[in-house]
């Protein structure tokens, strides 16, 4: 008689557990996205640099200097490098003398097409004009040897300060243009 009872007290708490667990089963199916994307697989680097200097010259002369606190190298889906923490770059006349600096939050090299696009904060300074000059993004065309903008653009140079709809240069800073100046205005600072 006791062994029995245990054994009917054995089936129904493994009946309940059974239970349980397809109660478990069915209330647990669902998918939420967010934990889904977390298994699937993530586009990775080939390479990660850190703490870069990449020094670019032509006949021997300096051309540029550049910095970046990160560079990582992609091949797929396409051949590209990130600079995801951005760049600084201090481009020089050939007789190393400085001639304008690059300064953007983010960076991005498509390799396939010889495009280089900075953006996020971007300002050039030219040192021999004394322009600074802020945009929202730069692309530079390496087989055209030319910038561009296609964004509204401010330039300041003391206290003038120019707007316009687009920039463009050749890649040395020597010959920019805003397009489609809307106007100047200068200002002076009272003491």
Not at 102 to 107: N, V
Not at 156 to 172: H, Q
């Amino acid at each position: 008689m006791l062994v029995s009872a245990i054994k009917n007290i054995a089936i129904q708490i493994r009946n309940g557990a059974v239970a349980l667990f397809l109660i478990c089963s069915i209330v647990g199916c669902g998918n939420d996205i967010e934990k889904v994307k977390m298994f699937e697989p993530q586009e990775l680097p080939a390479g990660v640099i850190r703490q870069a200097r990449i020094q670019q010259s032509e006949n021997g002369r300096l051309q540029m200097l550049m910095w970046a606190p990160v560079i990582e190298q992609y091949d797929r889906p396409r051949s590209e490098t990130v600079y995801p923490q951005g760049i600084f770059a201090r481009f020089y006349d050939g007789y190393n003398k400085p001639t304008a600096t690059l300064k953007a939050r983010y960076a991005i090299s498509y390799d396939g097409r010889d495009e280089m696009m900075v953006k996020d904060s971007v300002v050039i300074i030219d040192l021999q004009r004394g322009d600074t000059v802020y945009l929202h993004n730069l692309t530079w065309n390496r087989m055209e040897h030319r910038v561009y903008s296609d964004q509204p653009v401010r330039s300041k140079n003391g206290d003038r300060v120019t707007y316009g709809d687009s920039f463009e240069s050749d890649d040395e800073f020597r010959t920019p243009k805003i397009v489609h100046q809307r106007g100047t205005l200068e200002w002076t600072e009272e003491e």
